[in-house]
């Protein structure tokens, strides 16, 4: 059983940065933030390996989002630059207890609550 907790999400404007952070008990294999806008369906924002050795990034994300972890404290962090008014969503930390990173959400065995990202234009 793996729980996550996410923190770190807020109020922004266009240009300016936030970083999220995901607190895992347990060791998943991989972990991965999703978000999901109103109306809209839940999509793969970024993904990295327990060990970090491995990432992945949307396209609409790459060179301004970066996804790291801490082992020692099981913790995930998304660090957000450059934020724009459609990063406005709810993000979802999300974990795997096999395999590797993927940007499916159906592969995702646990979810964290989310947390509120508003980017104002």
């Known amino acids: 059983q793996v729980q996550l907790v996410e923190s770190g999400g807020g109020l922004v404007q266009a240009g300016g940065s936030l970083r999220l952070s995901c607190a895992a008990s347990?060791?998943?294999?991989?972990m991965a933030w999703f978000r999901q806008a109103p109306g809209k369906e839940r999509e793969f924002v970024a993904g990295?390996?327990?060990?970090?050795?491995?990432?992945r990034y949307a396209d609409s994300v790459k060179g301004r989002f970066t996804i790291s972890t801490e082992n020692a404290k099981n913790t995930v962090d998304l660090q957000m630059n450059s934020l724009k008014p459609e990063d406005t969503a709810v993000y979802y930390c999300?974990?795997?207890?096999?395999?590797?990173?993927?940007?499916?959400?159906?592969?995702?065995?646990?979810w964290g609550q989310g947390t509120q990202v508003t980017v104002s234009s």
């Open positions: 999300a974990a795997k207890i096999a395999g590797s990173t993927t940007a499916t959400v159906y592969d995702y065995n646990y």
């Open positions: 347990g060791r998943p294999y991989a």
């Open positions: 990295i390996s327990w060990t970090g050795s491995s990432t």
